[in-house]
């Protein structure tokens, strides 16, 4: 038996387990790691049901949330006074060498010294230049992470750059992204975080210059856009669990809604798309949290929060692992995909005092350093099958040609508590809670874009290399 605990927003009901000492690990609840020794400064927890908070499915209406008592209130003790200096914490660069292939960064883009450099290892500096646009200058940021226009009082979350260890990472060009991806076409598959890195990067590009939108349907779930005088096609492709899913119950047992996953078939709204592609940038987690009933071979196999009677129990971490199995099975098998797919690992989310719907909060204004902060538990069981899942890929991707990429952001993420909307993701006279899961903009995010370039830059450079 698991406690749900619930609330109704936007018409989509949200749960969270309560802390139940015999269902661990099995299901392990949403619980911030106060009672240990307080090694840890800053408590990143999962959240993640925090993401509903932001309706993808109506991205710029507003609606007033519904609120209902918890059913249960839970305990959140306040964070731990000033803790002693925790001794440096290692694991929170593991980095798995047979998952990624070291991104090499050669001396013409970046000074660095021509050896390996891992650009994903490293920390924020200041960058008194950035941010690089405005709200005012992009017309794309979505409503919830226009942060400044919901009066945001700091800046300074926007003032900083990722510099790894050994190697410079450049600031992104424009013009220089938009020269390699001339007469090609990337698309961005996943949640709503997907969907804040597609914005960025179109802010980013809208110095020079401004996607016309050219969608196939009017369902902002699934946009397209073309930068005319670059022939350059983006587009994105909301699919929150990747695999086919549908809403078996907007109610549910618990009044939280729960989603039918067939775990066995990639979500064919994107998966026949993505043939013609040239870049596919894949991520997700966050939707893996909610009261899921798994599907496999059309037939029901267990589920997860679900409450029915009968239903076996399947952890949220076995159906995510089916999942990325099966949408990288599925990319392997399109015989005229030749593009190259990236995996954007996890997104951490940070609240601190309390779960994401009893209080807590993300109000820091300063990036942390790598001695201060440690992945959520559950967050870094995600992070771990998004690795394993992908080294599997690549090997069978391999076999056909086709090139895998991670774009293994999650660490540099994780020391920036300061760069979500908390508050300002909606005006102040709305009840809201407090958006510790998305992003700002402009904001850290925007180092995704600049990931992304240098990776493509260096996949240039390979095949020129390879010619
Ligand atoms: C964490 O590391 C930074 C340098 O990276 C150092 O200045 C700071 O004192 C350390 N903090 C703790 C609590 O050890
Ligand atoms: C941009 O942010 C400013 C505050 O910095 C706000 O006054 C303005 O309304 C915002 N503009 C848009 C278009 O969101
Ligand atoms: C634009 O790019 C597509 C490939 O994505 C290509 O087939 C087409 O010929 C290009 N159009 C022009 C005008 O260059
Ligand atoms: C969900 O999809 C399955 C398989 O296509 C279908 O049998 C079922 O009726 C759908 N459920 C809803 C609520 O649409």
């Known amino acids: 038996m698991i406690k749900v605990r619930y609330i109704k927003l936007e018409g989509i009901n949200m749960i969270t387990t309560l802390p139940k000492r015999s269902m661990k690990p099995k299901a392990r609840a949403r619980e911030l790691p106060f009672g240990r020794p307080p090694k840890v400064v800053l408590v990143v927890t999962t959240s993640l049901i925090l993401i509903t ?24 003790p306040p964070p731990p006074p000033s803790p002693p200096p925790p001794p440096p914490v290692t694991q929170v660069t593991v980095r798995d060498k047979n998952v990624v292939d070291p991104v090499v960064v050669d001396t013409d883009t970046t000074g660095a010294n021509n050896k390996e450099c891992d650009i994903f290892s490293g920390e924020w500096v200041p960058d008194p230049s950035a941010p690089y646009y405005t709200n005012e200058t992009c017309m794309a940021i979505h409503e919830h992470q226009n942060c400044m226009k919901y009066g945001r009082p700091d800046s300074g979350f926007m003032k900083w750059r990722w510099k790894p260890f050994g190697c410079e990472l450049l600031l992104f060009k424009p013009t220089q992204f938009l020269k390699i991806v001339r007469g090609k076409s990337m698309a961005f598959v996943g949640d709503s975080l997907a969907r804040n890195h597609v914005q960025s990067l179109i802010c980013l590009l809208s110095r020079v210059e401004y996607p016309k939108d050219i969608s196939y349907t009017s369902d902002e779930r699934f946009k397209r856009w073309n930068y005319v005088t670059h022939n350059f096609t983006l587009a994105m492709f909301t699919s929150p669990h990747l695999v086919k899913a549908n809403q078996s119950d907007p109610d549910g047992p618990a009044h939280s809604g729960i989603f039918n996953l067939y ?75 030749k593009g190259i797919t990236y995996l954007r690992t996890l997104s951490p989310s940070h609240f601190e005092g309390g779960l994401w719907n009893a209080g807590g909060d993300c109000v820091r204004t300063k990036p942390s350093s790598r001695n201060e902060t440690t992945l959520g538990g559950e967050e870094t069981e995600l992070y771990a099958i998004q690795k394993e899942e992908f080294r599997k890929a690549k090997a069978e991707g391999r076999k056909r040609g086709l090139k895998y990429r991670l774009l293994d952001t999650t660490q540099a993420l994780l020391l920036r508590p300061d760069g979500h909307p908390s508050k300002y993701g909606h005006p102040p006279n709305e009840k809201w809670y407090n958006d510790c899961v998305h992003w700002c903009l402009p904001g850290p995010v925007d180092a995704w874009s600049n990931f992304l370039l240098e990776m493509m830059k260096i996949e240039g450079r390979i095949s020129r290399e390879e010619k």
């Not at 908070?53 to 959140?76: G, M, R, T, V």
């Not at 196999?301 to 099975?329: D, I």
């Open 53 to 76: 908070l932001i309706s993808i499915y109506h991205p710029f209406e507003y609606q007033q949330p519904d609120y209902q008592s918890p059913e249960i209130s839970s305990h959140n």
């Open 263 to 337: 775990l066995d078939e990639a979500d064919e709204q994107w998966i026949t798309q993505v043939d013609e592609l040239d870049y596919l940038i894949i991520s997700g987690g966050h939707w893996f949290f909610r009261s899921l009933i798994f599907y496999e071979k059309q037939r029901r196999v267990g589920c997860h929060l679900c409450q029915l009677k009968n239903v076996p129990y399947l952890s949220n971490f076995h159906g995510f692992r089916k999942a990325l199995g099966t949408v990288f099975g599925a990319i392997n098998s399109r015989k005229n995909y």
